[in-house]
């Protein structure tokens, strides 16, 4: 497969996390950038196979692939302005609350797919929900996917559920950090010290979350492995219970899933 030419519209803290795969992977052949500071930023000059470019124009007629990294308010002065470069190529968008809809209208005649990536994309362990634009090839979508997959894992939904994703992957990792801190809180407060109580509960947390996916079981069978009759295991999740730590998480889910909806309504 020929390597591509990929354009990333906004070097912030995604799109530089997508740079670094693309190069670090090798599926680029070249990667072409803007940020709102035209001077190269010092953590991108260890880069030589990432351009930085003065011109959004420019780098949509320079690239194969686009991809639109910037503030979801920023988004249609963007597309608009380089609509005319952009026929006949794929434009993926990693922007939450705007609608493939939203960006087929600012630019009719190029490919859109909507992605929802995460901040451990930035490490490699990430995850990126892909779903198709409404007049997108399907050849669109299978691009897409290559793209991200340097960064972690990828799966395919229907645009519809893209507020539930936000909600649950895209906000996620804050959650998993609240979690960390709070188990790490709770080893300093049976004595152990900070450093090693934050690796107990990160690596638990890591360890858990590898167990589901390898093993492909559902997570309850799982618990119910750790879960001994008269066991220490079984108080702990009683008073998690008792805490409703099941319900708060979901009703987390929910209100970033309700705070994405707001977001495209404003």
């Not at 003065?54 to 002065?77: F, G, T, Y």
């Not at 093993?215 to 219970?241: F, I, N, Q, S, W």
Request: glycine letters at 10%; a neutral charge.
């Amino acid at each position: 497969m020929k390597k591509q030419i990929v354009g990333i519209l906004g070097l912030g803290t995604m799109g530089t996390a997508i740079a670094d795969g693309l190069l670090r992977s090798g599926w680029a052949q070249r990667v072409l950038g803007t940020r709102k500071k035209t001077a190269l930023a010092p953590d991108t000059q260890e880069r030589p196979a990432l351009e930085l470019l003065a011109s959004n124009r420019e780098l949509a007629q320079r690239s194969d692939i686009i991809v639109l990294a910037v503030k979801p308010h920023q988004a249609r002065a963007v597309v608009s302005e380089i609509a005319g470069e952009l026929q006949g190529k794929t434009l993926i968008s990693v922007l939450a609350a705007i609608e493939s809809a939203d960006l087929e209208a600012w630019a009719p005649g190029c490919q859109i797919v909507r992605t929802m990536p995460n901040t451990p994309c930035l490490i490699g362990a990430g995850m990126t929900v892909i779903a198709r634009g409404a007049t997108s090839a399907p050849e669109a979508l299978a691009l897409t996917e290559q793209l991200f997959a340097p960064l972690g894992r990828t799966a395919v939904v229907d645009e519809a559920l893209m507020d539930a994703v936000t909600g649950l992957s895209g906000c996620g990792p804050a959650y998993v950090f609240l979690m960390i801190e709070a188990l790490s809180e709770a080893g300093v407060k049976l004595g152990i010290d900070r450093k090693t109580s934050t690796l107990l509960a990160a690596q638990t947390l890591l360890g858990g979350a590898q167990m589901v996916l390898q093993r492909g079981e559902h997570p309850a069978k799982l618990k119910d492995e750790v879960t001994t009759p008269a066991g220490c295991t079984v108080d702990a999740l009683m008073a998690l219970e008792d805490g409703r730590l099941r319900s708060t998480l979901i009703r987390g889910v929910v209100a970033g899933a309700e705070r994405s909806k707001s977001l495209r309504a404003q």
